[in-house]
């Protein structure tokens, strides 16, 4: 029972899966300036299932999440997730910024996903277990600016904790973890695909969690 | 409502503790303390010029103060998370700049009767000064935001949001200066008509400029 020790109901109700159904990615185009991506690009994800996007740089993988997310207006196609008709409100995206803010402390951060995600107040015990699964309890008061690289990466992946949302959207979420960091990731990952969850996350090395793969094609020339 | 106050929330505290309110209300003193130096030592002149003064050395405070409002965002990246919360983005921006109001604006605004001694200002002429700053500043803000949200992409865009609000600012000046003189009769009672019309300007700023922001701000994305 992995994701009991991760995620948890403060009322103690079993958690329920996420029915969100499969997302649905039709020939949507890409376009950076005048220099076409990608056109055509379709992809179907079932829900429990985890895709690793695999490209050069410059191939677009960034651009994908970001489309997918809706933080690029989409040109052509469309994305949808049949039981989410609102997808801002089904993703949660995990960018190379990290969003996080220098002057606030590590908990005060925690507190404000909680906020922002409308969900209850953590109590001082979900604080407690979310900066000890990620690591982050020796620096629970310490400001962020104050964190090394890949702490700012921990504490910017607990954006995903505070509320459950069905899709996952990773981009090169390995960037600065060492290999406990990409351990605790990987549970992380895995107990939400078994929620029913998915994820797409970008990355240049194989990750360990990934169900199924694609590879951007290399960027070519412009349109 | 618990998410607006939470993103209000936030705002008053990165306004506060990255020296925001602190820095608003030195500035104001400075330029205050400055423009008797430039105008002479002509009491009944500076008394005569004081409430326009003040309304432009608050213009100029909240303009230096409001061009970072997205871009802090934008640069770090919360500004993305910002459209994927569950709430409209009318109203996301609609708290930021509440929370703005509150830890920079309302400390100016409780500035000005100390500043005002500096341009020898009669107490009697005080309360409409303030009452028309405080009904004028939400509009000011509101404004202000459009342009922050406007050259949000633009780096070092201070000159370029000033010249983009300036214009919007005039009416608000305009009403704002006739309002923060007493009416006739010297017994210092307030404009009534004059503050009428900027409370309509801050009713009108608050129903259209979130609209505003939030169109800018989905513009600049990519």
Known sequence: MVQDEIFFDPTGAPLAAHASGALHVQDIMCLRGSHCLFDGFSLTLDPGAALAVYGANGAGKTSLLRLIAGLVPIQAGAVTLPAAPDMAVAVHYVGHLDGLKNALRVWETLHGFAGFYGCAALSEWQTKQILSLLGLSACADRPVGELSAGQRRRLALARLLPVARPLWLLDEPFTALDTQGREVLTRLVGAHLALNGMVIASSHEALPFATQTITLPAPQGSV | ?222
């Open chain 2, 1 to 222: 409502m618990r998410i607006f106050l939470a993103l209000m929330f936030q705002q008053v505290r990165l306004g506060w503790r990255g020296g925001q309110t602190v820095l608003a209300i030195a500035f104001l003193f400075i330029a205050v303390t400055l423009l008797p130096f430039g105008i002479g030592p002509e009491l009944r002149l500076l008394k005569e010029l004081a409430p326009g003064l003040v309304w432009v050395v608050m213009l100029l405070t909240l303009m230096a103060t409001l061009d970072r409002l997205f871009q802090a965002d934008l640069e770090d990246g919360a500004l993305d998370q910002l459209f994927l919360l569950p709430l409209a983005l009318e109203l996301v921006v609609l708290a930021k700049a509440t929370g703005h109001f509150v830890v920079v604006v309302l400390p100016l605004l409780l500035a000005v009767p100390l500043a005002g001694i500096l341009l020898n200002i009669e107490p009697v002429a005080l309360p409409s000064l303030m009452a028309a700053l405080a009904l004028g500043a939400p509009s000011l803000v509101l404004l202000g935001a459009i342009g922050a949200a406007l050259s949000v992409t633009v780096r070092r865009a201070t000159m370029l949001t000033g010249l983009l609000v300036m214009p919007l600012y005039v009416p608000v000046l305009i009403f704002g200066i006739a309002a923060s003189t007493p009416s006739a009769g010297g017994d210092g009672a307030v404009n009534a008509a004059g503050l009428g019309v900027l409370a309509l300007f801050g009713l009108a700023a608050l129903l259209l400029a979130p609209v505003a922001i939030a169109a800018a701000l989905r513009a600049g994305l990519r």
